[in-house]
C-alpha cells in the first residue's frame, strides 16, 4: 500500500488532540469520569488528579478481562494435560511429540503476560517494568477481535502495513493501550449497529500512523481522556469513522505481511 500522506490530509472533521476531560489519577491518567470543572477538550498538560472512589471500570478493561483470563486458561489446561500424562509415564516420549506445541505454549503465555502488564500499567501499577514489546498495537489488536467475537461482532483489521512500537514510546503501555481502547470503542458502536467494525493502518511520509476505524461514534469526552493518556495523540473524527493518528517518533514500520 502506498504511504498515506497524514500531513496532508484534508480536514475531514473534528480532531481531539491529547487533552483531559476530567483528570487522571496518580499512575492512570484518563480512567477516571468527568468532573467538576474539568478543562477543555484539547489541552495538553496533564489533567488534575481524582480519588480511587471517583473512578469508574473502564469498559475496555471489562472487555478485555474475560477474554484475557480465558486466554490464559487455555495454556494452563495444556500444560495440565501433559502434566497428567506425564504421571503416567512416557515422559521422553511426550516432549519429544510435544515440543512445538510447549515452545507455543511458553510464547503465547509471554504475550499474555504482556498484554496483562499494560493492563496493570493503566491501572496504576507499573507492572510493565523495562519491558518493551515492538509488536504490542498487533496483540492488543488482536485481543480486540477475540474480544468482538465474544460480542458477535466481526473486528477485521488491515495488516497490510503494521506499525512497530519504539522502544522510546513514553513508558511502553499508554501506546498499545489507547490503541486498543480506542478500537474497541469501534466494536461497541459496530455492535449497536448490527454491522462488522474495520481498521485498517495507514503510513505518512514522515513515520506517523494513523488507525482509520469504522464506525466510529465514541463521545468526544471520553476520546479526550484517552489521549490523555498518551499526549501527541489526536483523534480526527471522519464521515462515519475516525483517524488516531500517533506521532512517528513512537512507531518503526514493520515490513508488509505476506500471510
Not at 500444560?79 to 511426550?94: K, Y
Not at 479526550?224 to 464521515?239: Q, V, Y
Request: aromatic share 6%.
Amino acid at each position: 500500500m502506498a504511504p498515506h500522506p497524514l500531513g496532508d490530509r484534508p480536514a475531514a472533521g473534528s480532531s481531539i488532540a491529547a487533552g483531559t476531560v476530567g483528570g487522571p489519577g496518580p499512575g492512570s491518567p484518563g480512567l477516571g469520569s468527568p468532573g467538576p470543572g474539568s478543562p477543555a477538550v484539547g489541552s495538553c498538560a496533564a489533567g488534575t488528579s481524582k480519588a480511587l472512589s471517583e473512578r469508574k471500570v473502564d469498559p475496555w478493561v471489562a472487555g478485555l478481562l474475560p477474554v484475557l483470563l480465558h486466554e490464559f486458561n487455555n495454556q494452563t489446561q495444556l500444560l495440565t494435560g501433559m502434566r497428567a500424562v506425564l504421571e503416567l509415564g512416557g515422559a521422553d516420549a511426550l516432549f519429544f511429540d510435544r515440543a512445538d506445541d510447549l515452545a507455543r505454549a511458553g510464547e503465547r503465555a509471554r504475550e499474555l503476560g504482556y498484554v496483562l502488564a499494560v493492563l496493570g500499567s493503566a491501572l496504576g501499577a507499573n507492572a510493565l517494568l523495562s519491558r518493551r514489546e515492538r509488536r504490542g498495537l498487533r496483540l492488543m489488536l488482536d485481543l480486540v477481535a477475540v474480544a468482538a467475537r465474544r460480542r458477535e461482532v466481526t473486528f477485521g483489521c488491515d495488516r497490510t502495513v503494521t506499525p512497530l512500537l519504539s522502544p522510546a514510546a513514553l513508558d511502553g503501555w499508554q501506546i498499545p493501550w489507547v490503541v486498543a481502547a480506542c478500537a474497541w470503542l469501534a466494536v461497541g458502536d459496530a455492535e449497536a449497529e448490527g454491522r462488522s467494525c474495520s481498521g485498517r493502518w495507514l503510513i505518512g511520509s514522515d513515520g506517523a500512523a494513523a488507525l482509520e476505524l469504522r464506525p466510529f461514534r465514541a463521545d468526544p469526552q471520553r476520546i479526550a481522556r484517552l489521549c490523555a493518556i498518551a499526549p501527541g495523540a489526536e483523534l480526527e473524527f471522519t464521515p462515519g469513522g475516525a483517524l488516531l493518528i500517533l506521532p512517528g517518533a513512537w512507531l518503526e514500520v514493520e515490513p508488509a505481511a505476506t500471510g
